[in-house]
């Protein structure tokens, strides 16, 4: 009777004992442990005892006969015992079904992978903290920070440089790492593409003064122009659009702005206005010293097809909505760029 | 009386009785102490006092490997082992005497 099988359930039994022994040094641990599932399966074997007694009061035990100190966890009595029954219960339930024992195997041999993952969302949010700034403004040594916390989190991982505390600060940072894990990689998609950062900055900059970042946009497409028809369905020029709060609604003047550009009408109290439709759209070129200027020799079809818009005639209308409504009186109201 | 109480202060001699003809692993030396009579102990006491021993100095310990299960941790007695244990024979064997003199009510 010098071979007995290891079965599932002495695995896990061995498995919470030496949890329950965590405190202690692994050198301690393995002496306490070592040929523990043999002798377990053995006694098993023997029925002397048909079932495992609890882990951690066998661990208990264990510790006490052994003249070891009894577990030092005082500072941990809530939620790191919790924590480690959860742990317990979870690790039962995996080694107990053998999918989850088999998913758990292979996930088994990624710690590593995610070891090096939680030292760069580390990485991150420390940039975070300054604000983002590309590489903190030190350019290649921006790295360093991903390189120490990756030599941190990777002898963690590996159980060396440990200290007491250790353990629960491990915990709370893998939860971090966790939590933060979508938001970081999604701001570093972003964020780590120079060519995008540059044109959002420059569209925020241009904004800031041009406004030309605002205007119509249909369908999250911005729009360049519109192309309006009358009831009987010709078309229309100089149809001046607001909205009920009497805004202009100015076109998307940033559509296309390397290609086209759009003429404002001037009004009779000689301001330019931008929303009277359709616009006169002029089609646009880089000349040879690198400015915007208008093209000399335009696509006469794209000139044609800003110029006339999509239909010479549309469908015209039976019942105009406007008719159906009988006319209200609005108080009179001025409205200030196109009186 | 609880047995189990009075084993406490006695299984270090025992375990060192139990190993000193032939070494033997955790489960074994469960065996022999229970095939002796001690039925009440528990192995994970009798493991950890192998440990302890084993610290201080009165045991060896070497691990055999087996192709079919898990490997054994063997404990065997060494010279300061013996000597432990030699003692130990001695206290308890004037311990016990006492003990049953005093229970017998033969005390002066």
């Known amino acids: 009777m010098n071979t007995s099988t290891v079965t599932p359930e002495i695995a896990t039994f061995a498995q919470s004992v030496r949890a329950a022994l965590a405190d202690l040094s692994a050198e301690e641990v393995d002496d306490l442990t070592e040929g523990l599932e043999a002798d377990l399966a053995e006694s098993l074997a023997e029925d002397l005892r048909r079932t495992l007694p609890d882990p951690v009061a066998y661990a208990a035990e264990l510790r006490l006969a052994a003249g070891l100190p009894g577990r030092t966890d005082a500072g941990k009595r809530g939620i790191g015992n919790a924590w480690d029954d959860l742990r317990r219960q979870t690790s039962g339930v995996v080694q107990g079904n053998p999918t989850l024992a088999a998913v758990a195997d292979f996930l088994e041999v990624l710690r590593p992978a995610w070891w090096v993952l939680r030292a760069w969302i580390a990485a991150w949010l420390l940039a975070a903290l300054f604000g983002m700034q590309v590489g903190y ?64 900055f420059e569209s925020g900059l241009s904004s800031g003064y041009g406004g030309e970042s605002e205007g119509l946009f249909f369908n999250g497409q911005p729009l360049e122009n519109i192309y309006v028809y009358d009831a009987a369905g010709q078309k229309l020029s100089g149809v001046q659009l607001f909205d009920v709060q009497g805004r202009p609604l100015v076109p998307n003047r940033e559509a296309d702005d390397t290609q086209i550009q759009q003429t404002p009408a001037t009004l009779e109290t000689g301001a330019e206005a931008f929303n009277v439709y359709p616009l006169q759209i002029t089609r646009m070129t880089w000349d040879d010293y690198g400015d915007l200027v208008p093209d000399p020799n335009p696509d006469p079809g794209k000139v044609a097809a800003y110029a006339d818009g999509p239909f010479i005639k549309v469908p015209a209308v039976l019942t105009p909505p406007a008719a159906a409504i009988p006319p209200v009186s609005v108080p009179e109201k001025v409205a200030k760029p196109n009186d | 009386m609880d047995a189990t109480q009075l084993l406490k202060g006695v299984l270090d001699v025992a375990v060192l009785a139990v190993v000193e003809d032939e070494d033997g692993y955790g489960y074994d030396v469960v065996r022999r102490l229970r095939a002796a009579g001690l039925e009440e102990v528990g192995d994970a006491s009798v493991y950890g006092t192998l440990r302890r021993l084993y610290t201080a100095g009165a045991l060896t310990s070497y691990v055999v490997p087996s192709e079919e299960g898990p490997h054994r941790k063997y404990y065997g007695i060494n010279a300061q082992g013996r000597t432990m244990l030699e003692l130990q024979r001695k206290v308890w064997a004037e311990c016990a005497a006492t003990m049953n003199d005093l229970l017998a009510g033969k005390a002066a």
């Not at chain 1, 159980?159 to 701001?187: H, K, M, S």
Request: charged content about 10%.
């Open chain 1, 137 to 200: 403004g030190l350019g290649a040594l921006s790295s360093i920070p991903l390189l120490v916390f990756a030599v941190v989190s990777i002898q963690w991982g590996r159980g060396r440089w440990q200290f007491p505390g250790l353990r629960g600060i491990v915990v709370a940072g893998n939860v971090i790492a966790v939590v933060a894990l979508l938001p970081v990689v999604t701001a570093s998609q972003s964020w780590d593409d120079g060519s995008e950062y540059n044109a959002g």
